[in-house]
C-alpha cells in the first residue's frame, strides 16, 4: 500500500509517502504557483511512487465543527477524486503545523515556511496518524508459540 499524505493549503500543498512499512517520510511540497500547476507534481508523484490512495489532513475547529478551511479542503479532495481517482480517507489535522513549529524550537532548527517544509512535515504526522491506524487495525498476532 503506497500512501500520499496532504496537508492542503491555498499557496502550499504538503506531501509525505508511507506504505505498507507503516512509516511516513516528507516529501518536497508542491508550491507550484497555480492549483493546476500543483496537482501536475502529484500526478508525478503518483507515476513515480505507484501511489494507491491519499490521505489528507482535514482541519476541523477546536470544537470539531467544519469550518470555512474545512470546507476548502473538502473541495480539493473534490479535484482530487476527478482528477485521479484514488481512494481518499481524511484525518483530523488539528495543531500539526503548530507541532511542527514547536518540535523546530525544541530541537533549534528552522523550517522554511515560504519552502513547504513545514506543510510537508505537517502531511507527514498527518499520514503517520493514519499508517499507525490503518495497521494496527491489520496486524495480526503470531500464533501461539508451543513450549519446549
Known amino acids: ?40 507534481h502529484i500526478q508525478d508523484l503518483i507515476l513515480e511512487r505507484s501511489i494507491e490512495r491519499f490521505v489528507v489532513g482535514m482541519p476541523y475547529n477546536m470544537d470539531g465543527s467544519r469550518g470555512f478551511k474545512a470546507k476548502e479542503v473538502e473541495a480539493f479532495i473534490g479535484n482530487l477524486q476527478q482528477r485521479f481517482g484514488l481512494p481518499i480517507e481524511t484525518v483530523d489535522e488539528r495543531l500539526t503545523t503548530h507541532q511542527v513549529k514547536e518540535e523546530a524550537k525544541l530541537q533549534k532548527i528552522k ?10 512535515r505537517a502531511a507527514t504526522l498527518i499520514l503517520q496518524d493514519f499508517l499507525d491506524k490503518s495497521l494496527g487495525q491489520n496486524l495480526e498476532l503470531p500464533e501461539d508459540i508451543s513450549e519446549e
Open 111 to 120: 523550517v522554511d515556511r515560504k519552502s513547504g517544509e513545514v506543510d510537508s
Open 1 to 40: 500500500m503506497n500512501v500520499l499524505g496532504l496537508d492542503y493549503g491555498e499557496k502550499r500543498i504538503g506531501l509525505s509517502f508511507g506504505d505498507s512499512l507503516g512509516l511516513a517520510v516528507p516529501l518536497t511540497a508542491a508550491v507550484q504557483s497555480t492549483e493546476d500547476a500543483r496537482l501536475d
